[in-house]
């Protein structure tokens, strides 16, 4: 408690930190695949290694959340804290990537958290998830690919932009709905991932996908699955056409009653690279076409798009962006989300040690149907700025907001700040790691 009252004095300290944190934003670990890869300079830089990696990550950090505000009601989190407080937390990572070429190759990521508020002398458990694959080469023409995972969630933590995720997964995956942000949930998922390729330029892939999330503590849960069949053909060294058809099932239950919204997509897209130099490539994502949505016997057809833009420039630097169209699901509703979603991200080195990195999103959608519908919107933002003191070790800075209004009440929405700052380490176990190039 000493600790923390003389931390609580230093106001410009706290200042200092929030400046710096507004810079940059790069997660040390994702819950659905790697940690992220150190820029060179900071933890002294990786490459891809010929040897299979296991990495350790741990986060210690000390933080303040704002008070939650709009019509959610008392502000605690989900084990009744009380925000507005500062709190400790740590965050350990493991991840296994294999490199090596294998007839049959197992990864494994895990991440697991835990905050300790000292106003009231709680500890409160934060994200718990574990995600394993493997990859299997079947012929010299056929893989197979094949993950699974669970998770259990406090709705208390921040969202990251859509769009932006790393090793998203495969099985569906809903938005999260803000007006439950003081619940938990426990969900597990699976995918399979057939591809045969038909000759050198040309290839079909089959995919099945499920996810199943359930409410802590109450008799509300949903499961989601997609099939989807597409045939992809390489057009030229940079560019890739392609077909799909998607079919997306969204099954809400609450008490005994289930109800179900079912999406139809017939998607054509076009993937391609734009060379700049030898080593650096500007991708750019283009898909569309129209979108059949079914529920409670009403049937509306839509059009959906989506593009997506990934380009490096100076020497580490990229500029990430993401845009799309269509209709999904939303925690908490039986009803499809049709939304507008945009995000964007741009991370690099300052100097050899500073990296700093940014990320904003926004979802401006409608819950329902042609008739009966209700609007819903949601803003993101982070920033997060990083200095390497060793080859293993960073210090960092960060500051994460949320906004949302989901009708037109003064008070329907949730408003929501925070600002955290500590120490990451990034510890190879095996693998080597050395000064890359390039991000």
């Given at each position: 408690?000493?600790?923390?009252?003389?931390?609580?004095?230093?106001?410009?300290?706290?200042?200092l930190?929030?400046?710096?944190?507004f810079?940059?934003?790069v997660?040390?670990a994702?819950?659905?695949?790697?940690?992220?890869?150190?820029?060179?300079?900071?933890?002294?830089?990786?490459?891809?290694s010929?040897?299979?990696?296991?990495?350790?990550?741990?986060?210690?950090y000390?933080a303040e959340?704002?008070?939650?505000?709009?019509?959610?009601?008392?502000?605690?989190?989900?084990?009744?804290?009380?925000?507005?407080?500062f709190?400790?937390?740590?965050d350990v990572g493991?991840?296994?990537?294999p490199?090596?070429?294998?007839?049959?190759?197992?990864?494994?990521?895990?991440?697991?958290?835990?905050?300790y508020?000292?106003a009231?002398?709680?500890?409160s458990?934060v994200?718990?998830?574990?995600?394993?694959?493997?990859?299997?080469?079947?012929t010299?023409?056929?893989?197979?690919?094949?993950?699974?995972?669970?998770?259990?969630?406090?709705?208390?933590?921040?969202?990251?932009?859509v769009?932006?995720?790393?090793?998203a997964?495969?099985?569906?995956?809903?938005?999260?709905?803000?007006?439950?942000?003081?619940?938990?949930?426990?969900?597990?998922?699976?995918?399979?991932?057939?591809?045969?390729?038909l000759?050198?330029?040309?290839?079909?892939?089959?995919?099945?996908?499920?996810?199943?999330?359930s409410?802590?503590?109450?008799?509300?849960?949903?499961?989601?699955?997609t099939?989807?069949?597409?045939?992809d053909?390489?057009?030229?060294?940079?560019?890739?056409?392609?077909?799909?058809?998607?079919?997306?099932?969204?099954?809400y239950?609450?008490g005994?009653?289930?109800?179900?919204?079912?999406?139809?997509?017939?998607?054509?897209?076009?993937?391609?690279?734009?060379?700049?130099?030898?080593s650096?490539?500007t991708?750019?994502?283009?898909?569309?076409?129209?979108?059949?949505?079914?529920?409670q016997?009403?049937?509306?057809?839509?059009?959906?798009?989506?593009?997506?833009?990934?380009?490096?420039?100076g020497?580490?630097?990229?500029l990430?962006?993401?845009?799309n169209?269509?209709?999904?699901f939303?925690?908490?509703?039986?009803?499809?989300?049709?939304?507008?979603?945009?995000?964007a991200?741009?991370?690099?080195?300052l100097?050899?040690?500073?990296?700093?990195?940014?990320?904003?999103?926004?979802?401006l959608?409608?819950?329902?149907?042609?008739?009966?519908?209700?609007?819903?919107?949601?803003?993101?933002?982070s920033?997060?700025?990083r200095?390497?003191?060793?080859?293993s070790?960073?210090?960092f800075?960060?500051?994460?907001?949320t906004?949302?209004?989901?009708?037109?009440?003064?008070?329907?929405?949730?408003?929501?700040?925070?600002?955290?700052f500590?120490?990451?380490l990034?510890?190879?176990?095996?693998?080597?790691?050395r000064?890359a190039?390039?991000?």
């Amino acid at each position: 408690m000493a600790a923390w009252r003389t931390f609580r004095c230093g106001r410009t300290w706290i200042g200092l930190c929030l400046v710096a944190a507004f810079v940059g934003n790069v997660p040390v670990a994702s819950a659905q695949g790697q940690p992220s890869s150190p820029a060179a300079g900071v933890y002294g830089g990786v490459t891809a290694s010929p040897r299979d990696q296991l990495v350790t990550t741990l986060s210690v950090y000390g933080a303040e959340d704002s008070q939650l505000s709009g019509s959610i009601g008392s502000a605690t989190d989900s084990q009744g804290v009380p925000l507005g407080e500062f709190y400790s937390g740590a965050d350990v990572g493991l991840f296994y990537t294999p490199t090596r070429r294998r007839a049959v190759a197992l990864d494994f990521s895990g991440v697991s958290g835990v905050r300790y508020y000292p106003a009231v002398s709680t500890a409160s458990a934060v994200t718990q998830s574990a995600t394993a694959g493997a990859g299997i080469t079947l012929t010299r023409r056929a893989s197979l690919l094949a993950r699974g995972g669970l998770s259990y969630s406090p709705y208390l933590d921040y969202a990251q932009p859509v769009g932006l995720k790393d090793n998203a997964p495969v099985a569906p995956e809903r938005i999260r709905d803000n007006r439950v942000a003081s619940r938990r949930t426990f969900s597990y998922d699976g995918s399979v991932n057939y591809t045969y390729a038909l000759n050198n330029r040309t290839s079909t892939t089959f995919i099945y996908g499920v996810r199943r999330t359930s409410f802590v503590d109450e008799p509300q849960s949903s499961l989601d699955s997609t099939v989807s069949a597409g045939i992809d053909r390489r057009t030229s060294r940079s560019s890739v056409a392609r077909i799909n058809y998607v079919f997306r099932d969204g099954s809400y239950t609450l008490g005994l009653a289930t109800q179900s919204t079912r999406v139809q997509d017939v998607e054509v897209g076009y993937d391609f690279d734009v060379s700049r130099s030898r080593s650096t490539r500007t991708s750019i994502s283009i898909s569309g076409g129209p979108s059949l949505v079914e529920y409670q016997r009403q049937q509306e057809v839509r059009a959906f798009w989506r593009v997506t833009l990934s380009h490096p420039f100076g020497r580490y630097w990229t500029l990430r962006a993401f845009y799309n169209r269509g209709t999904t699901f939303l925690d908490g509703t039986p009803r499809p989300f049709t939304s507008n979603s945009v995000s964007a991200g741009l991370g690099g080195l300052l100097t050899r040690r500073l990296d700093i990195s940014v990320t904003s999103g926004a979802i401006l959608g409608e819950i329902g149907l042609e008739g009966v519908t209700m609007p819903y919107d949601t803003y993101t933002g982070s920033g997060r700025i990083r200095y390497g003191l060793t080859r293993s070790m960073a210090l960092f800075g960060e500051y994460l907001a949320t906004y949302s209004r989901y009708n037109s009440g003064p008070t329907a929405g949730l408003n929501r700040g925070g600002l955290r700052f500590g120490l990451n380490l990034y510890v190879p176990v095996l693998g080597q790691s050395r000064p890359a190039a390039r991000q």
